[in-house]
């Protein structure tokens, strides 16, 4: 693996993300740069910042009743909340008790809420926080599990998507492709990395990585 180094967001210099090149495997697709948020899920100041400016988007009437976290993302589920809700908001979630839970995964890898969260979703508006999107596979199959449990997705919130809208839903996020000079993602199929025969640096998702 090269060298790691920071990127800024050019929404908020408070914010970064830490980027390496190389040759790594998702559960998903192959790509060409690790990009760990890992302090951005778990310092709190960081979180923080992340929260308040997702929360920017949310000046218009967006009803939220719950925030459904993926990938280790509740720090900073909890701090959007508590934007979401603040006296000072002006919007129709100003007060507002709101929700921050997380999937729980079946022994068939399926997303579930168990029949104590379940309320929280049924005939709730829901927004969606993920941490990473590189094919939009991940944030499907979230949307299909709220469906299920008859809640509705009215947003959905990334630290980092390498696309812009997924099933006609825009996503609101902090970091773009285009801020990663040279990112791309492949197939497994059509990955050149594997068609030169270069050994996979590592296995990576939403939580860190796995050298090989």
């Known amino acids: ?13 408070k914010l970064s993300i830490s980027v390496t090149n190389g040759h790594f495997a998702t559960s998903h697709s192959h790509i060409n740069y690790y990009i760990d948020i890992t302090k951005m899920k778990h310092d709190h100041l960081m979180a923080e910042a992340a929260a308040q ?7 218009h009437n967006i009803s939220i009743d719950a925030i459904v976290c993926m990938d280790g993302s509740e720090v900073i589920g909890s701090f959007l909340a508590h934007e979401l809700a603040r006296p000072d908001m002006l919007s129709i979630n100003t007060g507002k008790g709101i929700h921050v839970i997380a999937p729980e995964y079946n022994s068939n890898g399926q997303m579930m809420f168990r029949d104590n969260i379940q309320p929280m979703v049924e ?8 941490a990473s999107v590189t094919t939009g596979k991940t944030i499907k199959r979230a949307i299909e599990c709220i469906d299920y449990y008859n809640g509705r997705v009215v947003d959905i919130c990334a630290i980092f998507s390498a696309i812009d809208v997924i099933m006609d839903r825009k996503i609101n996020s902090l970091f773009v492709a285009k801020d ?6 492949y197939s497994y199929r059509d990955c050149p990395f594997c068609k030169e025969h270069q050994k996979i640096d590592a296995l990576v998702n939403s939580f860190g990585y796995s050298k090989l």
């Open 180 to 185: 990663i000079p040279g990112y791309q993602t």
């Open 1 to 13: 693996m090269n060298k790691s180094y920071d990127i800024i967001s050019p929404k908020n210099r």
């Open 53 to 59: 400016e997702f929360a920017k988007h949310y000046t």
């Open 123 to 130: 005939r709730q508006d829901v927004l969606l926080l993920i």
